[in-house]
């Protein structure tokens, strides 16, 4: 039976020059052999959690009406699907049920108005309960949460619910909308159940993030993904980095004396890509396996459970230092990662104070965003580096711009 996925590893530099001790990337990618049509993919058990308090009135109100009617007309009748509404109160406007009635859909979605305050967590429960109404292994089953404003008191319990979400198997698609709500809690959210967070910074953008959360549901094939890599004696890693679909620093586990796991969750139509940073000992002349690289997924759609793909990680050496090859794409991947790492640290000391290490991060970050041809996200981080340096704070949209923004650079590898 072909694997759902193909496995490949590709490193950043080689031959490496023998007898001394280095550093190199590789880059590990994961890409689905065949993508599923809308029709042929697997069924979805689909959640919409939203925010209606007061602060979306006018056109925010408006514009979310409009993106969940596409929404529920591009689900199929085999879909299921639930709307849950959440300011300081609760209503489960449409209980989870198949997608088989659509004028019954969209004639709920039209009473979707504003009032009272913001509490996420009765949303993200009453989510957690309409999904358990249809999960099922051949599902693939997804949150779309959309919040504009802060919940207050409740951001443990709003992560233990995520928790709980993933452990159901199914991913939060996390989005903040305009600027007053808490990046910090979203990205826990969608980190906690394998999912993705994001910024919208105009309404009129809503639709756009909906379908895409929906297109990446209808062509999901692989699902708890999660990487093992087996290493040589003397191989050490020291970071391992999500590049694709979006950047994330995954971190790793240690789970034996030379082998370490992390996991990926989805896999959907662009596939999945890791960048391992690794520390590699002294080598003779020669080639040899660094590592072995496995995958191990289920596969809704084909009935897989607890599939396995493995591939050896060979690597050659060479005694002319001058016979090393870069290799393009892979470097170009590592600056964005690079200035990702920058830009977040830079924000974590503007919050801790450190001013002028903050604006020496960002500046470093644009000087290589330049480079990259990223013109506008270089000119925000030399914005926001002169905001500090007359003594004032990185503007709120600027914040979330860079913090977002960073995390889509790798989204074209092939580029």
Not at 212 to 228: F, G, H, I, K, P
Request: charged fraction near 20%.
């Amino acid at each position: 039976m072909t694997e759902p996925v193909a496995l490949s590893a590709v490193w950043s530099r080689e031959p490496l020059p023998s007898g001394t001790s280095q550093v190199n990337y590789v880059l590990i990618q994961a890409k689905p052999h065949h993508v599923p049509t809308v029709q042929a993919a697997p069924a979805l058990n689909f959640c919409l959690v939203l925010d209606r308090s007061g602060s979306m009135a006018g056109d925010k109100i408006q514009h979310l009406r409009e993106a969940v009617r596409e929404i529920v007309a591009n689900l199929r009748p085999i879909d299921a699907v639930s709307i849950v509404l959440f300011d300081d109160t609760l209503e489960v406007l449409v209980p989870a049920r198949l997608a088989d009635d659509l004028p019954a859909l969209q004639n709920a979605i039209e009473s979707i108005g504003e009032q009272g305050g913001t509490a996420m967590s009765l949303g993200l429960q009453a989510g957690l309960a309409e999904l358990q109404k249809f999960q099922a292994a051949d599902r693939v089953g997804r949150v779309l949460l959309l919040t504009d404003g802060q919940t207050w008191g409740d951001e443990d319990t709003c992560r233990d619910l995520a928790k709980q979400i993933g452990d159901l198997g199914v991913s939060i698609t996390a989005l903040g909308l305009g600027t007053e709500w808490n990046e910090a809690l979203l990205d826990d959210l969608a980190t906690a159940s394998n999912g993705e967070s994001d910024y919208i910074a105009d309404p009129s953008q809503i639709s756009k993030y909906f379908q895409q959360t929906l297109q990446s549901a209808q062509t999901t094939t692989v699902v708890n993904a999660r990487l093992l890599l087996r290493l040589l004696p003397g191989v050490t890693p020291r970071a391992v980095y999500r590049v694709q679909p979006t950047i994330a620093n995954l971190g790793y586990k240690p789970i034996g004396e030379r082998e370490v796991t992390v996991s990926i969750g989805e896999i959907a139509g662009d596939g999945a890509s890791v960048l391992v940073d690794v520390m590699l000992p002294e080598r003779e002349a020669g080639t040899f396996r660094i590592a072995q690289a496995e995958l191990q997924y289920d596969a809704p759609v084909l009935g897989i459970k607890e599939g396995k793909i493995k591939i050896d990680i060979p690597l050659s050496f060479n005694i002319d230092p001058k016979a090393s090859v870069v290799n393009p794409p892979i470097m170009n991947t590592v600056e964005k990662v690079t200035a990702f790492k920058l830009q977040t640290r830079a924000l974590s000391e503007a919050e801790a104070g450190n001013i002028g290490s903050a604006t020496q991060k960002l500046r470093a970050a644009a000087t290589r965003l330049l480079d990259l041809g990223e013109t506008e996200l270089a000119q925000t981080m030399e914005q926001s580096a002169q905001q500090l340096e007359a003594g004032g704070q990185i503007a709120a949209a600027d914040q979330k711009a860079l913090r977002y923004a960073t995390r889509k650079l790798t989204q074209k590898l092939e580029e």
